[in-house]
């Protein structure tokens, strides 16, 4: 299995510019969540998906998009980058939302310039 | 905001000594409970979690984390560091009354002296 999926690795925008971040999962899980990692801050929740059709906003969505038309994907956009969205951004599924382990990606780091 | 709180962002400990990361999360409701392990450059591997089981939770690479639900905590343990733990720890916490949202305290990284 391949697990949960992040695309690409490394991303170096500009400011203003927009992009999508990939999310797959090949596990049938119906959760989905997109999470920003900053220095001492943790992991915070951007949006989230409860199944395929459903998304609902998490603690920082300002400036993110995102849609669930399958179970598989769950891509994140950004409308118009800025500095301030320079983060580390992992993409986890889990199969429910209750003690289900969530399972990470492996990261994409962003920069904008 | 129901939240959750690792007390100290930066741990050291000599290789050999007891491991101890302190977690508590703000709300009376019994939640899930998760400790999750990141080592440089890479994504978040599960420790252990909690579900309502034992409150001794035992996981992998010896760790192990108790729940007290009287002092809503969920400290994470070792009885003896490596210098291969060297990493940073996130708790994290569900609650069903929050759509499955997972929330994380800030991290505390550890540091093995050797």
């Known amino acids: 299995n391949a697990g949960v999926t992040q695309t690409p690795k490394f991303q170096v925008l500009k400011t203003g510019q927009s992009m999508t971040l990939q999310c797959a999962q090949d596990?049938?899980?119906?959760?989905m969540s997109w999470y920003r990692q900053d220095p001492g801050m943790g992991l915070r929740l951007i949006h989230y998906?409860?199944?395929?059709?459903?998304?609902d906003q998490g603690e920082v969505p300002n400036g993110y998009n995102v849609s669930r038309s399958t179970t598989e994907d769950f891509p994140l956009r950004l409308l118009s980058a800025a500095p301030s969205q320079t983060s580390v951004y992992f993409c986890?599924?889990?199969?429910?939302?209750?003690?289900?382990?969530?399972?990470f990606g492996a990261g994409t780091r962003l920069s904008v310039l | 905001a129901q939240s959750v709180t690792q007390l100290g962002s930066h741990v050291s400990v000599s290789e050999g000594a007891l491991v101890l990361l302190r977690c508590n999360y703000s709300?009376?409701?019994?939640?899930?409970l998760f400790w999750y392990v990141q080592y440089p450059n890479q994504g978040l591997q599960l420790l252990l979690k909690?579900?309502?089981?034992?409150?001794l939770v035992k996981g992998i690479n010896d760790f192990e984390a108790e729940f007290k639900k009287s002092e809503t905590s969920f400290h994470l343990t070792k009885p003896s560091a490596h210098m291969s733990d060297a990493a940073e720890y996130f708790c994290?916490?569900?609650?069903?009354?929050?759509?499955?949202?997972?929330?994380f305290g800030q991290g505390t990284e550890l540091s093995v002296k050797p």
């Open positions: 986890a599924s889990s199969y429910s939302t209750s003690g289900d382990i969530q399972y």
């Open positions: 596990m049938n899980h119906e959760y």
């Open positions: 998906s409860v199944g395929a059709g459903i998304t």
């Open positions: 709300s009376s409701v019994p939640p899930y």
């Open positions: 909690y579900t309502s089981a034992a409150t």
């Open positions: 994290a916490v569900r609650w069903n009354n929050q759509g499955g949202k997972l929330i």
